[in-house]
């Protein structure tokens, strides 16, 4: 009897697996004598189940004396798309970036293909709905543009909170913590509560703060909904006439700002925090779908750090609470123990891979313990890796061996979006946001391609720990078992048809 297509499958790749086992297991042996002696023991499963990780005392990255941190708006993001207030500055914009950016903006709003799975109107208002608390909380703050809705700079001290809305208000009593550890750990619970997947805590670091911060939107217009009754009057009080003239006296030249004075205290701790993305939702890219988990990431970028930046103030400390903008998040979440830096630009988290978002929250308080850098292999294995890159449309990911301190990509000689001098490698992200309008959604390949973005099945922490011991070759078969399990793989309706099967969900809860 003829054994059922599936199942078929399924033995191949088992067996598949098992033939790799067989190599894996080789190197296993001539690996044993690294291994402490108590995994030899009847501890061997718990030892081989914890993360090889290491911990730095400073930042794990070499940073070159030629690196200088670079304005907000010096990003493809900032000349996509606010190409038009940047040259009221007196920037000189990348015209063609302005074109696309108007391009992905219609086609994001407008644009499905009926009867085109992952990219007809089902999975678009799957995706509009994703990105609707980022859209109405934060505005901008995917394009780097912060202090706006409920990512709000105010820090409101002269005066007694009016109610439970007065959100901005800062207690007039700091708390007392016993320990900086208890600080810590009463921060990061109410950072899991909120909706965090991932928190770390660091010393603020200038070199990851954008240079200047830029704000087209008059701060007037910057807020949802009044705070309180004595807001809610000025704000009656200054329409008509005056709203226009309010609105207008935000003049280009005002536009540019420094964190500092701006927010008016100055911040010495960044909170870190990462929220995973949904992994069936992720395995669909790149469609609507993608674009949707993409934006689901924002949204609850914008609801975490407006919440820890409210408990912050509650504490008795200032808080700003910042997505995008104000700082770069990725050397941030490095420095705050999160993970490391990848071939493809992103952080690499243990527990996610790069299937996470991130936010932060600056503040004053700094009566706290501070995480240190970890890191766990990201960097050799992406040495060998190379999947990413391969799965790139738009071949800006690198193929490089190693590292480096300067853009080896094709718009090298003109990479005004890098921060120049950090040693690693070099996202051209020029070509990168080309892809994104050509596809009028949200790219994610280098993210659904990389074998540490799976759940954690047991052959993947198998592999993970044998490659811990002999990396070099481990690499290649644990990216060579990605193909044999099915995983890592780009444009598949068959994933867009396991995001919305219910067969193996539970939506009752029973």
């Given at each position: 009897m003829k054994k059922p297509k599936k199942e078929k499958e399924a033995m191949l790749k088992r067996r598949d697996f098992l033939k790799l086992g067989g190599v894996t297991a080789a190197l296993g042996v001539a690996g044993m004598a690294t291994f402490p002696i108590k995994v030899k023991a009847n501890n061997s499963e718990k030892e081989a189940a914890k993360p090889n990780v290491k911990e730095f005392d400073d930042f794990p990255n070499e940073v070159s004396s030629e690196y200088k941190s670079i304005p907000s708006y010096s990003t493809v993001h900032g000349h996509a798309f606010f190409g038009r207030q940047l040259m009221a500055m007196g920037v000189t914009v990348d015209q063609e970036a302005l074109k696309q950016g108007d391009s992905f903006v219609h086609d994001n709003n407008y644009h499905y293909e009926k009867g085109k799975?992952?990219?007809?109107?089902?999975?678009?208002?799957?995706?509009?709905?994703?990105?609707?608390?980022?859209?109405?909380?934060?505005?901008?703050?995917?394009?780097?543009?912060?202090?706006?809705?409920?990512?709000?700079?105010?820090?409101?001290?002269?005066?007694?909170?009016?109610?439970?809305?007065?959100?901005?208000?800062?207690?007039?009593?700091?708390?007392?913590?016993?320990?900086?550890?208890?600080?810590?750990?009463?921060?990061?619970?109410?950072?899991?509560?909120?909706?965090?997947d991932l928190v770390g805590i660091t010393k603020r670091d200038p070199r990851w703060d954008y240079s200047e911060n830029f704000n087209y939107v008059p701060p007037i217009a910057r807020r949802i909904i009044p705070?309180?009754?004595?807001?809610?009057?000025?704000?009656?009080?200054?329409?008509?006439?005056?709203?226009?003239?309010?609105?207008e006296s935000h003049t280009p030249d005002k536009w540019r700002h420094d964190i500092d004075k701006t927010a008016g205290f100055k911040p010495k701790t960044v909170i870190v925090i990462a929220t995973e993305m949904d992994y069936e939702a992720m395995s669909c890219a790149t469609n609507e779908i993608t674009s949707g988990v993409v934006g689901e990431g924002y949204s609850r970028m914008t609801k975490v750090a407006h919440q820890v930046a409210v408990m912050i103030r509650g504490l008795g400390y200032k808080a700003i609470p910042c997505g995008n903008d104000t700082g770069m998040s990725v050397p941030y979440a490095i420095a705050a123990g999160l993970g490391e830096g990848a071939r493809n630009s992103q952080l690499v988290t243990y527990k996610y891979g790069p299937r996470v978002r991130l936010c932060k929250v600056?503040?004053?308080?700094?009566?706290?313990?501070?995480?240190?850098?970890?890191?766990?292999?990201?960097?050799?294995?992406?040495?060998?890796?190379?999947?990413?890159?391969?799965?790139?449309?738009?071949?800006?990911?690198?193929?490089?061996?190693?590292?480096?301190?300067?853009?080896?990509?094709?718009?090298?000689?003109?990479?005004?979006?890098?921060?120049?001098?950090?040693?690693?490698?070099?996202?051209?992200?020029?070509?990168?946001?080309?892809?994104?309008?050509?596809?009028?959604?949200?790219?994610?390949?280098?993210?659904?391609?990389?074998?540490?973005?799976?759940?954690?099945?047991?052959?993947?922490?198998?592999?993970?720990?044998?490659?811990?011991?002999?990396?070099?070759?481990?690499?290649?078969?644990?990216?060579?078992?990605?193909?044999?399990?099915?995983?890592?793989?780009?444009?598949?309706?068959?994933?867009?048809?396991?995001?919305?099967?219910?067969?193996?969900?539970?939506?009752?809860?029973?």
């Open positions: 799975k992952g990219w007809d109107q089902k999975a678009k208002a799957v995706m509009a709905g994703a990105w609707a608390l980022s859209a109405t909380g934060s505005g901008p703050m995917p394009g780097a543009i912060g202090d706006f809705g409920l990512l709000s700079w105010d820090n409101n001290t002269d005066k007694p909170p009016l109610s439970l809305m007065d959100l901005n208000y800062v207690q007039k009593e700091k708390c007392e913590f016993e320990s900086k550890a208890e600080a810590s750990e009463v921060i990061k619970r109410a950072a899991r509560l909120y909706g965090a705070q309180g009754p004595e807001q809610l009057q000025t704000l009656m009080q200054v329409g008509g006439e005056n709203m226009k003239l309010a609105l600056y503040t004053d308080l700094d009566f706290v313990e501070y995480d240190k850098p970890k890191s766990f292999g990201v960097e050799e294995f992406c040495k060998n890796c190379k999947l990413c890159a391969e799965a790139c449309p738009s071949k800006a990911i690198p193929f490089d061996k190693e590292p480096t301190f300067k853009p080896t990509h094709k718009h090298k000689d003109n990479a005004y979006f890098n921060a120049v001098g950090v040693k690693k490698w070099y996202l051209d992200a020029k070509s990168c946001f080309k892809q994104w309008a050509d596809a009028k959604v949200d790219c994610v390949n280098c993210i659904a391609s990389c074998p540490y973005n799976k759940p954690d099945f047991w052959h993947h922490s198998l592999i993970n720990k044998i490659g811990a011991v002999v990396p070099g070759a481990a690499h290649g078969i644990m990216r060579e078992m990605d193909s044999v399990f099915g995983y890592g793989n780009v444009d598949d309706p068959k994933a867009v048809d396991r995001f919305f099967d219910s067969s193996n969900k539970s939506y009752d809860g029973f």
